[in-house]
């Protein structure tokens, strides 16, 4: 089992920053691929950013690819998403996820269904 607590959202006026942190207890994090998604009011959940275990393979959605940061810390069990210039348009509810992916190749995934652990999320709004 991996439990999963996210952190850092808030309001931000549209051109600000935050900082997401997700802080894993439980199974082995270091051999964890992690995400984060994020779903709008009256939108279906969607992919944001996706890191390795290692933290060197990463991975964005178009839409935040250049203003989003995904990152981690294995030592703290923590993954991270800095984020920049945000957009009335990135207000959501942001979530972290872990997934214990069987290929020893593929390490990143923008799959929800690929993801065995959810946190509870994290609301972040953007004011314009």
């Known amino acids: 089992q991996v439990q999963l607590v996210e952190s850092g959202g808030g309001l931000v006026q549209a051109g600000g920053s935050l900082r997401l942190s997700c802080a894993a207890s439980g199974r082995t994090f270091d051999s964890a691929t992690m995400g984060w998604f994020r779903q709008a009011p009256g939108k279906e959940r969607e992919f944001v950013a996706t890191i390795g275990w290692s933290g060197s393979v990463t991975y964005y959605a178009d839409s935040v690819k250049g203003r989003f940061t995904i990152s981690r810390d294995n030592a703290k069990n923590t993954v991270y998403l800095e984020m920049n210039s945000l957009k009335p348009e990135d207000t959501a509810v942001y979530y972290c996820?872990?997934?214990?992916?069987?290929?020893?190749?593929?390490?990143?995934?923008?799959?929800?269904?690929?993801?065995?652990?959810w946190g509870q999320g994290t609301q972040v709004t953007v004011s314009s």
């Open positions: 996820a872990a997934a214990f992916l069987r290929s020893s190749i593929v390490v990143i995934s923008d799959k929800e269904y690929e993801y065995d652990y």
